[in-house]
């Protein structure tokens, strides 16, 4: 049995804050998803021994891979979990705490090498051993930044870290525990997000389209609390007409790009969330789009003053001339109809909802 290998745990830094401010279900998903993203980065054969709340126990067994190959990982697991924070950022319509704060979580990598074996527990593989302690507690230290690489003087072997990579800046340092001195070097890793492309998007509604219909309605109510009361799916059905149910098929936080299907009472129709602008002191947009991309739904909400806001409810079509004038002869009146119910509708619901006091 093998007892030397690897040790590898990349931490996600600024979770307990995040956790103690945060609405706990949308930050639970938010870490689970962040998690998933290091998983799925793996690209060396690490093992996984657990899931640590905020991090994860890789593992290896054997020769200490190349310095080279395992910044290669670092990179790798560092760019994946940065772009999903931007990505998730630019997506998202939620205003809560936890959906706001994600974009400032940080990841910190720690690699060791040295002795430990496995047990298992039904289904779990177990670590054991002085260096499975040793590589944990390097997580608390006292480099000051969050975003960093740590190696041990174990995993280096005496070879200098500046050999084989490129460009980076490495210190000395070392952690004092009840029984040794841990030598390690450092290097900060947060200029690898200088290297992610900007976010970039999708195309989820026409190209080119045609506003059919635009009707309007104003409320006593602050922009937040109609936007939250518009935005929730969950709350579709109690003010927009002839909707039965709404169901979420992509992702309970919804965002750019999330698909739920909406039940009415003669079709049901999956929907993207097509696109998001949010400025609570002036104006706020989100569209929803059929999945073909032939129409598109807006909601336009703009603050009036502190306590009066407008809602308008904009239908495109994409833009085909016989389409258009079939869509004012046939269904244009109806759709008018049912617009003036439903903010009729929700100016009724407005006073029974309570604004979440993290959003």
Known sequence: METKGLIFIPDISGFTQFMHEIEILHGRQIIQELLETLVNANQIGLEISEIEGDAILFFKFGEAPELETLYRQVEKMFCDFHKYLIAFDNRRFCQCKSC??????????????????????????????????????????????????????????????????????????????????????????????????????????????????????????????????SGHLELRSHWQDGVKSIEELDHFIPGVGSRHRCVREDCETVMYASGFSYDPESRVIFSESDEKFTSALYFVLDKLSENRTRLSLEYYLKKDPLKQLSFRFFKKDKMEAEFRKSLANLERLLPEITLPIDF
């Open 100 to 229: 706001i704060s994600a974009i400032n979580l940080t990841l910190k990598v720690v690699a060791h090498y040295g002795e430990f074996t496995t047990y298992q527990v039904k289904d779990f593989k177990k670590l054991i051993g002085k260096d499975i302690i040793v590589a944990h507690q390097l997580l608390k230290n006292d480099i000051e930044q969050h975003e960093y690489w740590l190696v041990t003087q174990n995993l280096l072997n005496g070879q200098n870290p500046e050999y084989f990579t490129d460009g980076m800046k490495w210190q000395p340092g070392s952690k004092t525990t009840e029984n040794e001195q841990i030598p390690f070097q450092y290097t900060q890793i947060g200029y690898l997000k200088d290297s992610i492309p900007p976010y970039r998007p999708p195309l989820l509604e026409p190209k080119e389209k045609v506003k059919m219909v635009s009707v309007s309605r104003e409320y006593d109510a602050n922009i937040k609390k109609v936007f939250f009361t």
